[in-house]
């Protein structure tokens, strides 16, 4: 397949499947912004402490609250440090088993449809598919419509979310059929189904991908890559001119 003029990076991987973007970028951002705050509130709580000790230990009423209250802070950030820095694994997992298998001759990471954060991973030829990684470890189950890993839902509205996507990406193909899929990526057992969303761990993924129904022909495929990537950086130009 042609390379994709409007890509930012790609790459053709042994398995002849051509991969676009790095996954997880924006949990990577929160991971670093939760490491540095963590750092910063436990460097603080020292530095108060330190100070009061050795210039004015008679307001140890004063100081020493200050310097807990930092701790607190530190260990806020701290465990959220902890939880993206398990999402990013989770998806950095999840997009080398894809990048390693043959369901799909496409795999763009990360892409900004326009519908509300990223697709973590769209899957393209013959198959149009969106997957959405969570994090989790116990045993998959679905329970009135939600996912568990365990006894823990593994996200907000993580149906919600993966059908957003793919309803985004059909729009953005003519109106493909795109298939869902949420990977709970250290989850345990077999792949089950809610919603018509597949429910599976990062073991069977590939397998799910290769279910479902071929519907790109190869003389359309570089366009459709390319339209998804001509609205990720679209996407991507608004979203920057409003932080600037």
Known sequence: MPMAKSATYNTVNSMGITVYHTPAPHASKLASAAFGRTVAGFGAAGATAAVGYLFI???????????????????FYKDQWGKARVGVQSEVKVAKTLAKSNCAQVLINSAMLGAGGDADHVLLGPVAVVVETKTGFGKIRVKDGRVYSGNRIVGK????????????????????????????????????????????????????????????????????????????????????????
């Open 157 to 244: 509205n993580e149906v919600e979310q993966v059908s957003r996507q793919a309803t985004k990406l059909s729009r953005i193909l003519g109106g493909i059929p795109v298939a869902k899929i949420i990977c709970v990526a250290d989850g345990k057992g077999k792949p089950i189904q809610t919603g018509g969303v597949w429910v599976c761990n990062a073991d069977d993924i590939s397998a799910v991908v290769k279910m479902s129904a071929a519907v790109i022909e190869n003389e359309r495929l570089s366009s459709c890559v390319n339209k998804v990537l001509e609205v990720h950086q679209s996407v991507n130009k608004v979203l920057n001119k409003k932080k600037s």
């Open 57 to 75: 230990p008679g307001a140890l009423l004063f100081w020493l609250p200050v310097a807990i209250a930092l701790i607190g802070v530190g260990m």
